[in-house]
């Protein structure tokens, strides 16, 4: 089967794949995203330590998040910016991403006020500092306050030895001993506090870098991406369901194709019979032209048009044949007239043929009454003649349903699928034809 053919057949079932890119098209507005105007201010913080690889940039990012989405954080932040907001659903609208490989984080917080939505974005990224400075520094400094009040007491018991030693009757070698030890604790607290400041000079600090500002314009929708989404997937849809319809109740699509699959040569191309405005055209005279050809190699006397698809008037055509072709007795099946052209002396019986009149577009179904026809009369399929079928005019979704849903329940072997198939096969209607000649793919 040619690409052509593919999407022509495909393109047949314009009404389905156009119902579902409009069913998949509403889906955003039914599914009724929030209409109001939404603001996203941001705030960038410094987190105290660079990322050097994606996963530590990942980690970071994840413990950040955890801090400034914690419940008892966001209730810190809301009462302190005085916000009147439920802290259940702020933690939906706060949104934490990594810069780069860097330790700068921005803090994004949604709200419908720009205003508050800038508040809480800076009170969450403060909060964020704090507590990372709490996790990170915080251990390290209430360490060096253990360490300065130690100190404290150590040279308040040096200063009480000193005052000592310059009493009366004080016991100098015991003094002496006690400086000596207060010495020693005051030169290891002195040592233990040096390098815990160092420590903390060089441990980098977590901070504010920028302030979120009240946005001044709000954010986009995304209602063009969401409707750009589902229409492309109403499309795929669409020409998914048309390709099933399509494999299980196949049509064609061109007159090359229905001569293809009669295995009889295609005549000419006609205007819609049924169109009493179409004017006559040369395709009369090349229609005119094979079929004489046609009918004088088969040795033809009679030659009887008969219909597939749509139900047109072939009276016109008729005539216009009959005078065209005088040699051949052009008739429409089953009327013959009286006043028809007599079997010369050459044969004792006329002999006859059928030419096929359908339309460019039709069911592969619609041939099941041509194969009885031709059982019948024995007479040969001298060729067809095709004329233009609108591809949605013979668009039929109940068919397509009811075929679909027959062929569901017979692939299951359901009772009443085999009991329709038991009075189909009891009744004289005509069955699908697969004729003996070449075959489209379908």
Same mark, same amino acid.
Do not use: C
């Given at each position: ?7 022509? #057949? ?14 998949? +098209? ?17 705030? #960038?913080?410094?987190? /105290? ?7 530590? @940039? ?11 989405? @914690? ?13 009147? !907001? ?11 991403? @990594?810069?780069? /490989? ?27 500092? @704090?507590?990372? %400075? ?15 009040? /130690? ?8 200063? !009480? ?63 063009? =991406?969401?409707? *750009? ?27 090359? =194709? +229905?001569? %293809? ?16 405005? *179409? ?25 009887? +048009? ?12 008729? /005539? #216009? ?5 005088? %040699? ?22 006329? !002999? ?49 349903? #009811? ?40």
């Amino acid at each position: 089967m040619e690409l052509t053919e593919a999407v022509q #057949r495909i393109l047949r079932h314009g009404r389905l794949i156009l119902a579902m890119v409009l069913v998949f +098209l509403s889906l955003p507005f039914l599914l009724g995203s929030n209409s109001d105007a939404s603001y996203v201010a941001s705030a #960038r913080a410094y987190f /105290g330590t660079d990322a050097t690889t994606a996963e530590e @940039s990942e980690a970071m990012v994840d413990t950040a998040k955890a801090i400034v989405t @914690s419940q008892a954080e966001i209730e810190t932040a809301l009462q302190r910016e005085r916000i009147d !907001r439920d802290p259940t659903r702020v933690v939906d609208e706060i949104d934490v991403e @990594s810069v780069g /490989g860097s330790g700068v984080l921005v803090v994004s917080v949604t709200d419908s006020d720009p205003v508050v939505a800038s508040a809480l974005a800076n009170g969450m990224a403060q909060q964020l500092v @704090s507590s990372r %400075h709490d996790l990170l520094i915080g251990p390290m400094e209430d360490r060096l306050a253990d360490l300065e009040s /130690g100190l404290d007491l150590v040279n308040a018991e040096i200063d !009480r030895i000193t005052e000592a030693t310059g009493e009366q009757g004080a016991d100098i070698d015991q003094l002496r001993f006690q400086l000596d030890v207060a010495l020693s604790r005051q030169s290891d607290i002195q040592s233990q506090r040096d390098t815990l400041s160092q420590a903390i000079d060089a441990t980098p600090s977590p901070e504010l870098l920028d302030q979120a500002t009240p946005p001044s314009h709000p954010q986009s929708s995304g209602l063009a =991406a969401d409707l *750009a989404v589902a229409g492309l997937l109403g499309l795929i849809l669409g020409v998914a369901l048309a390709a099933v319809i399509e494999a299980l109740r196949p049509s064609i699509v061109s007159g090359d =194709a +229905l001569a %293809h699959v009669l295995g009889a040569p295609l005549l000419g191309r006609i205007p819609n019979p049924s169109d009493r405005s *179409a004017d006559v055209d040369d395709s009369d005279d090349l229609v005119s032209l094979q079929l004489g050809l046609a009918a004088s190699s088969a040795r033809l006397d009679v030659v009887h +048009l008969t219909r597939v698809g749509p139900d047109v008037d072939l009276d016109g055509l008729a /005539g #216009r044949l009959r005078a065209a072709v005088p %040699h051949v007795a052009v008739e429409l099946v089953g009327s013959e007239r009286p006043d028809a052209p007599r079997p010369g002396p050459r044969s004792n019986r006329a !002999r006859h043929g059928l030419v096929v009149v359908a339309p460019e577009v039709l069911q592969r179904d619609a041939l099941s009454g041509l194969e009885h026809l031709l059982a019948i009369t024995q007479w040969p399929l001298v060729g067809i003649i095709a004329y233009p079928g609108p591809l949605w005019t013979h668009y039929h979704l109940r068919d397509d349903i #009811r075929s679909l849903w027959t062929r569901f329940r017979t692939g299951l072997g359901s009772k009443v699928g085999g009991r329709r198939r038991a009075d189909a096969r009891s009744t004289a209607t005509p069955g699908t034809w697969a004729p003996s000649g070449p075959e489209v793919e379908s």
